[in-house]
């Protein structure tokens, strides 16, 4: 049965007091806290068999190369992927994005042809695609978002074209909580024959994510926000469009054979992993997929929806309080931002902090769907494996005192 409070007890940090008060984590789709078995993982690593990997014949280097692409297997599982090959381990989202932003588009885009994302996009999945655009000659492209925050499909068939060579969009969005139809945005790119990229940050940690259901030529995600360490997470490509790109950086471990005025590359995927890897953590994000594996990806999205429709349904009590997004829980992801009338949501924020509640204010990196909106900055509480209604339950009642004494100063 899943068990939130028998969870918690695998996190350290949340029996921490913030401000003398019991830590209220709800910040997690900014980061997510790390279970011990994860950094019991790190510390394995450094204590038994730490080495440089791919590069020595000695028994460290080995055990640690093993360990490393144990963990490479482990992550193509989590996605469904084919083949392991596919698995790019990468620092974050957003250089997977800038990944393929500089080893696909550069070479394949040219005037003319047509980048589509959407408007509620991180700006990890936007900024990287505005370079390109601009250097290429390329047009940049929004498909619009319903009054939900949803990516609407009406929009496919006219924003998609035939000059459309590559769509990237986010599955669920860390703003408006829309889980997005990527399915039918795939289905579309690949009609016009273009490639499909989909920004799994939000969705990869929360619910089951197969790359062979979204039918997608890559998929971008970061371990820090689903149990693991910063600075690792994952790029899959689909190994033929991998093998026919370009490297993204170039160095060490990446080639197959340097002469003083040319080179080879490696195969797929040490050609896009230049430069010794960030192995520990990569162990540390196999450690995670396991622990989330033993809870069930099922077990884990079911959990979010209940906590989501319990938190919906407490928020209407806030009367100034507006939830943006879509209003069934089925279609959101665990996260619920809004605003608080004309309190900014940074002062909402520091009250909350103060009763040892964490959530994030501002713009969430989300800047240009907040301008449309309307907004400058919005309050969010994002939930995981951990969080409780009783949670809940206690920012709901923190938010009232808070919403009492800033209208009443
Ligand atoms: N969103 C948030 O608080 P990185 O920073 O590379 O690990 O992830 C970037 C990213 C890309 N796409 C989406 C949908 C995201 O939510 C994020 C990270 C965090 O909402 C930090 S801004």
């Not at 995600?221 to 170039?250: N, Q, V």
């Not at 009590?317 to 665990?334: A, F, H, S, T, W």
């Amino acid at each position: 049965m899943f068990d939130p409070k028998a969870i918690r007890k695998d996190f350290p940090i949340l029996s921490r007091k913030v401000n003398g008060k019991p830590l209220v984590y709800l910040d997690n789709a900014a980061t997510s806290q790390k279970p011990r078995q994860v950094i019991q993982a790190l510390v394995e690593c450094y204590e038994m068999y730490n080495a440089n990997v791919h590069r020595g014949v000695h028994t460290l280097s080995m055990e640690a190369t093993e360990r490393m692409e144990e963990a490479r297997r482990k992550v193509a599982a989590f996605i469904d992927a084919p083949d392991p090959a596919g698995v790019i381990f990468v620092r974050n989202t957003t250089e997977a994005v800038n990944l393929v932003a500089n080893a696909w588009a550069t070479d394949n885009l040219g005037q003319g042809d047509e980048i589509v994302v959407s408007e509620v996009e991180h700006h990890s999945n936007l900024v990287p695609w505005q370079k390109v655009a601009s250097q290429k000659g390329a047009k940049l492209k929004l498909l619009p978002a319903t009054d939900a925050g949803m990516i609407d499909v009406a929009a496919l068939d006219v924003v998609i074209t035939p000059r459309t060579r590559l769509v990237s969009v986010v599955q669920t969005s860390n703003m408006t909580s829309a889980i997005n139809p990527v399915k039918e945005i795939g289905r579309r790119a690949r009609q016009v024959g273009a490639l499909f990229m989909v920004d799994g940050a939000q969705s990869v940690p929360h619910m089951p994510v197969s790359v062979r259901e979204l039918d997608c030529d890559f998929l971008a995600f970061s371990g820090h926000k689903m149990l693991a360490p910063p600075g690792i997470g994952a790029l899959y490509g689909r190994p033929a469009i991998l093998e026919k790109m370009e490297p993204f950086l170039r160095g060490g471990e990446m080639v197959r054979e340097v002469w003083y005025d040319h080179a080879t590359w490696n195969d797929v995927p040490n050609k896009f992993e230049a430069g010794t890897p960030n192995f520990t953590d990569a162990v540390a994000l196999g450690a995670a997929v396991d622990y989330l594996n033993a809870l069930g990806m099922d077990a884990v999205r079911q959990h979010e929806v209940e906590l989501g429709a319990y938190a919906l349904k407490a928020f209407q009590e806030l009367e100034e309080v507006d939830v943006i997004g879509p209003k069934d829980p089925n279609q959101r992801g665990g996260l619920v931002t809004f605003t608080a009338g004309d309190i900014h949501p940074h002062d909402l924020g520091t009250f909350l902090d103060h009763e040892g509640i964490a959530i994030r204010t501002g713009h969430h990196c989300v800047m240009p769907y907040h301008r449309k909106l309307g907004l400058v900055a919005t309050g969010r509480a994002s939930f995981y494996v951990y969080n409780t209604n009783d949670e809940v339950d206690f920012l709901v009642e923190t938010l009232k005192k808070a919403l009492a004494y800033f209208n009443h100063r």
